[in-house]
């Protein structure tokens, strides 16, 4: 198992919102860093600082001791982990492989079990916190894997985020992300009823927003994209299109559990109509635009 200092190599994989901050905290704590993403563009900062530029994830895999990927959907893991110029197939012995993409729990299993194959450890490590947490590094990471590989990775992982929980075995940790995604769907709608009832009601709704934001209805759905709402900045911080698959992925695991769960069903609905209205790019909070809060 690698011994992680400043001198392992790292690759990162997915330079998107989240992956650009995550990647750029592991160069500048001296990681020698290798990269890939499907548009090169998003590398240039990167680069600019001394990142290497790798043609293919195989490619990263061959010039690094850990290997991180955060890319958008499962079949996007699938793709960089188990294609024919995969992470798989190029890893040296020993590499410790971490894919912080929100992803199925069963294929992370599938994943870990191809990882050992190999002689190498796979962890499946979702994250929360956003683009405000990765780029603070600050993340939520939530972990599935061993214990010995989750040890391993921690002196990576505290570059990357502030609480940093073992959940349990592979899978355990993109069962955990979908507990935290299943309280966002009900969160969000609640703020965006709220919102709308309060503007129905003829009241000022960055006064409302200084009472109930500083009481128990109070968090980050809240404080955080209510006052966006409030300010009709729907920019992503975090992709509707993103947050309908994560949305699937746990209707799919409860309806696989017997486990009856109405409030994501309706969000998913509703999420999916946002979707078919061409609304996919914006932030989660333009939800909103469906109960008409803002136009
Ligand atoms: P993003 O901006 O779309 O970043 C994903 C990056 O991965 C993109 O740059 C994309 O390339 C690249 N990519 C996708 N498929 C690829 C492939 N097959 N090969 C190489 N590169 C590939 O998304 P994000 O917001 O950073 O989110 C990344 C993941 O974290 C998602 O699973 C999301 O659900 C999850 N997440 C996001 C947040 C958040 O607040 N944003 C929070 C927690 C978890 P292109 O540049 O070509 O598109």
């Not at 939530?142 to 899978?171: T, Y």
């Amino acid at each position: 198992m690698t011994n992680i200092t400043s001198a392992t190599r790292v690759g990162f994989i997915g330079l998107g919102i989240t992956g650009q901050s995550m990647a750029g905290h592991l160069l500048a704590a001296g990681h020698p860093l290798s990269v890939y993403n499907r548009s090169r563009d998003k590398a240039a900062a990167l680069l600019g600082k001394g990142a290497v530029w790798c043609d293919t994830p195989g490619d990263v895999a061959a010039r690094s001791d850990v290997v991180i990927t955060m890319v958008g959907y499962p079949s996007d893991v699938e793709q960089v982990w188990l294609g024919p110029d995969g992470v798989l197939a190029r890893c040296s012995r020993d590499a410790l492989l971490i894919d912080m993409t929100t992803s199925s729990p069963e294929l992370a299993r599938r994943i870990a079990s191809q990882a050992a194959a190999h002689a190498c450890q796979a962890l499946d490590a979702p994250v929360s916190g956003g683009d405000v947490g990765a780029r603070e590094a600050k993340l939520s990471i939530m972990v599935g894997g061993s214990k010995e590989a989750f040890e391993a990775a921690l002196p990576i992982l505290k570059l990357l985020g502030s609480n940093i929980v073992h959940q349990g075995e592979a899978g355990a940790g993109q069962h955990t992300k979908m507990c935290n995604q299943i309280v966002i769907a009900s969160t969000i709608m609640g703020v965006c009823e709220g919102l709308a009832y309060g503007k129905a009601a003829g009241l000022d709704l960055p006064t409302v927003l200084k009472s109930i934001g500083a009481g128990a209805a109070g968090g980050v759905q809240l404080n955080v994209l209510g006052a966006k709402i409030i300010n009709g900045d729907f920019a992503p911080g975090f992709f509707i299109e993103h947050f309908l698959k994560d949305l699937g992925i746990a209707l799919a695991e409860a309806q696989r559990m017997k486990l009856d769960l109405p409030a994501l069903a309706l969000a998913r609905k509703l999420y999916t109509t946002l979707v078919e209205r061409g609304l996919g790019r914006l932030g989660t909070q333009a939800l909103a635009q469906y109960y008409g809060v803002r136009p």
